[in-house]
């Protein structure tokens, strides 16, 4: 067998953890698969003393995580986070000294993964980021190698557990998003700051990273529309449900005319789609391939264990001298594509809006939605009795958002409309 | 660029053809993802002139396969099927001659596999068969990199995609075995003799691979435990809906104190576990590892396109320079695990018996399973007014099986039993 391979981490909260232990207490099954052991031999993190139930006295302690690139290791693991500041100097420090480099870090891969795919190929360094999407799905390899053979149409997925949990715990318990997500915060399942998962830019950050090794495209995450999940009411997970469907955050890529359409919205799918009924804190992609026809994958897309096992099989894929491409193809060739413009953006929606129970409101709303040329799938307008409001439900037929848009903005200034209409994507099983 | 790697295909079936034109017509996506062409020099079949709507005239035309391991190719690709025969000996040729050998054939596996690989590493070959599970899912590749740090649980899945097509009809239309077994076979869902797929052969064979995998072990088809669907009845699938389940055909091996348990059979699985909703012709899979958890992969398990896109992936693997091993892990690292001998095989069971309709014949049943030892979590007793029989629908504790077929060898030898009682499985979400 071979010299081990030797392993710096940059980063010890849960996930860094996750993967000591894994290396460590079962040193033999990774060896064996690896075909060479795996030693941990240096680590730093910002606080050195601090108890993490794992021993880390027997490895070289780094103050800097820079200093890492400078050390006698093969492969750096960076688990710090944050989409520039240290965790890119790392990067970038290492894959220049011929290191090879792996990262959980979604927003460093999103921001910058052509530069360090590029950086890497240069200095014939392996960069891997398997735990950047899904967490323990190992999706990125599914695309790279057990998809490889194949034209991808279409990727969409519950990208973020913590949305996915509050909206299912909405939907279940009819609660309004500001009491489950403080709920969540309470039990440790939503971030202090939960910006970037509840406005769907964790997703989006996966997005991107997906959408780039589908299509053999340069990451585009900029492109990316993003709609998270702030504004969804516990009536329309009802509402939903009534039509046919469940509410997710879904995001979505696929290319339209030769141009990359990516977005990130909370959408109905209908029941019997591979998406409608994960649950919790699950994740789930599905990806439409030509001639692999559709192919789902769910699991834990978050946490120390799932996270950690997809750090370890890039470990150990580098370890059996695994030097594929990090997005599938060479960087070089990456192809510069197109986002679809927003006005040219087609699908179907829901829109709800709330009026005042007034005589002709009805009338009212279907001239307008004649106005703009929308005609409708469904229409469902329900009023409660002696409350003064009346609320409607429209599926219009496919469509462009802008079209919705510019109606959803003219209803608003109706002096009947009491709320901010609601827009929500509709995605059927068959639609592009 | 390399060299192109040099393909010779065994076997022009709807597989093979798919395979061609996947290098054929995606050539310059393929080679960028493989980082080198390929190229198809040699292929094999039974009949020559053949009209298979692709232009096979530019290949070298082997009539015997076996000389494919003699031509200059660099990988063989088998697709003719069989355990033994032609199959067999053009592996063992073609891995002994330092071939890459690539195959969709999973009773190979399931026979040969460990000395096949044993060949393999031998001869620095290297040997795949991604396609021989589950079709276009990459479950193996899934295994063996994507999971490979994870001690793994249980495997289970949907493995058979003709039978998951015949429950699947059975259940929505309440149409009998036969009847609906007839209609695919009419319509090319299933096999002129479909033994291999009704009696859970072809399942087993995969189960067998993927549990040598899962848990490091020498692949032991023989020790598979194996039921089939042919005594499935509508009624069965009604009442496995009235206690909240779905009846699938489901393998599933797990490890008990040290040994190796395996089987294929008809099984309630409750709504809400994810293999309960995967209808038609799909096959899944779900693993529990630690510490990934519960991982779920969805997709077509056969057909020409599913299974090309498997090969094909295999292909640009081996293009790419992976040489991991078939199993995971040397095969002289396969441990030879011991089966759980069939009376110690625990569980929970579904038992069906129809009985003559008169005084005390549920009371004679109830002592029956009391003089067996076996208490209830359910019975469910329904007569037909009339008819002169009841049926009742008995779901013990867990048990070992030897005591529930004691028991239903007794009771079928009661006098007021109508016909064999059926005895099913069920399976949890949290069962081991």
Same mark, same amino acid.
């Given at each position: 067998?071979?010299?081990?391979?030797?392993?710096?981490?940059?980063?010890?909260?849960?996930?860094?953890?996750?993967?000591?232990?894994?290396?460590?207490?079962?040193?033999?099954?990774?060896?064996?698969?690896?075909?060479?052991?795996?030693?941990?031999?240096?680590?730093?993190?910002?606080?050195?003393?601090?108890?993490?139930?794992?021993?880390?006295?027997?490895?070289?302690?780094? /103050?800097?995580?820079?200093?890492?690139?400078?050390?006698?290791?093969?492969?750096?693991? %960076?688990?710090?986070?944050?989409?520039?500041?240290?965790?890119?100097?790392?990067?970038?420090?290492?894959?220049?000294?011929?290191?090879?480099?792996?990262?959980?870090?979604?927003?460093?891969?999103?921001?910058?993964?052509?530069?360090?795919?590029?950086?890497?190929?240069?200095?014939?360094?392996?960069?891997?980021?398997?735990?950047?999407?899904?967490?323990?799905?190992?999706?990125?390899?599914?695309?790279?190698?057990?998809?490889?053979?194949?034209?991808?149409?279409?990727?969409?997925?519950?990208?973020?557990?913590?949305?996915?949990?509050?909206?299912?715990?909405?939907?279940? %318990?009819?609660?309004?998003?500001?009491?489950?997500?403080?709920?969540?915060?309470?039990?440790?399942?939503?971030?202090?700051?939960?910006?970037?998962?509840?406005?769907?830019?964790?997703?989006?950050?996966?997005?991107?990273?997906?959408?780039?090794?589908?299509?053999?495209?340069?990451? /585009?995450?900029?492109?990316?529309?993003?709609?998270?999940?702030?504004?969804?009411?516990?009536? /329309?997970?009802?509402?939903?449900?009534?039509?046919?469907?469940?509410?997710?955050?879904?995001?979505?890529?696929?290319?339209?005319?030769?141009?990359?359409?990516?977005?990130?919205?909370?959408?109905?799918?209908?029941?019997?789609?591979?998406?409608?009924?994960?649950?919790?804190?699950?994740?789930?992609?599905?990806?439409?391939?030509?001639?692999?026809?559709?192919?789902?994958?769910?699991?834990?897309?978050?946490?120390?264990?799932?996270?950690?096992?997809?750090?370890?099989?890039?470990?150990?894929?580098?370890?059996?001298?695994?030097?594929?491409?990090?997005?599938?193809?060479?960087?070089?060739?990456?192809?510069?594509?197109?986002?679809?413009?927003?006005?040219?953006?087609?699908?179907?929606?829901?829109?709800?809006?709330?009026? %005042?129970? %007034?005589?002709?409101?009805?009338?009212?709303?279907?001239?307008?939605?004649?106005?703009?040329?929308?005609?409708?799938?469904?229409?469902?307008?329900?009023?409660?009795?002696?409350?003064?409001?009346?609320?409607?439900?429209?599926?219009?037929?496919?469509?462009?958002?802008?079209?919705?848009?510019?109606?959803?903005?003219?209803?608003?200034?109706?002096?009947?409309?009491?709320?901010?209409?609601?827009?929500?994507?509709?995605?059927?099983?068959?639609?592009?």
């Amino acid at each position: 067998m071979q010299d081990p391979l030797k392993i710096g981490i940059a980063g010890l909260g849960t996930v860094g953890v996750g993967v000591i232990k894994i290396l460590e207490q079962t040193a033999e099954r990774i060896a064996a698969r690896a075909g060479r052991p795996i030693a941990i031999t240096h680590v730093s993190a910002r606080t050195r003393g601090k108890d993490r139930g794992v021993d880390i006295g027997g490895y070289t302690w780094c /103050d800097d995580p820079g200093a890492l690139a400078d050390a006698p290791v093969d492969v750096i693991v %960076e688990l710090m986070g944050g989409s520039d500041g240290p965790a890119l100097v790392l990067a970038q420090k290492s894959l220049s000294a011929g290191k090879h480099f792996v990262t959980a870090n979604k927003a460093l891969i999103a921001h910058h993964g052509q530069a360090l795919a590029e950086s890497a190929e240069r200095s014939k360094a392996v960069l891997r980021f398997e735990a950047a999407v899904a967490g323990g799905i190992p999706v990125i390899k599914a695309l790279c190698d057990g998809l490889a053979a194949n034209e991808i149409v279409s990727v969409q997925g519950i990208l973020n557990g913590t949305c996915n949990y509050i909206l299912s715990v909405m939907d279940q %318990e009819g609660a309004d998003f500001g009491d489950v997500l403080a709920d969540a915060q309470r039990l440790g399942y939503a971030e202090a700051d939960p910006t970037f998962d509840i406005d769907g830019i964790d997703a989006a950050h996966k997005l991107a990273i997906l959408a780039a090794i589908s299509f053999g495209a340069q990451i /585009d995450f900029d492109s990316v529309s993003v709609d998270g999940i702030r504004a969804v009411s516990p009536v /329309d997970l009802d509402y939903a449900r009534q039509l046919g469907y469940r509410l997710k955050l879904i995001g979505r890529a696929h290319m339209v005319d030769g141009m990359l359409e990516q977005r990130v919205a909370p959408t109905l799918v209908p029941v019997g789609h591979p998406l409608a009924a994960v649950e919790d804190s699950f994740n789930a992609i599905v990806f439409e391939g030509v001639p692999v026809g559709q192919t789902v994958f769910e699991g834990r897309g978050a946490g120390e264990g799932p996270t950690a096992s997809a750090v370890v099989a890039d470990i150990i894929d580098i370890a059996r001298g695994g030097d594929a491409p990090a997005f599938g193809v060479p960087a070089a060739a990456l192809k510069k594509l197109s986002a679809t413009p927003t006005e040219a953006r087609q699908g179907r929606f829901y829109v709800r809006l709330t009026v %005042e129970d %007034e005589v002709g409101v009805a009338a009212s709303i279907a001239s307008l939605m004649r106005d703009h040329g929308i005609s409708m799938d469904s229409l469902l307008q329900r009023g409660e009795a002696g409350k003064g409001e009346v609320t409607f439900v429209l599926t219009p037929h496919r469509c462009a958002l802008s079209v919705i848009e510019a109606a959803a903005e003219a209803r608003a200034a109706l002096e009947v409309v009491l709320s901010k209409p609601a827009i929500l994507r509709i995605q059927d099983q068959d639609d592009v």
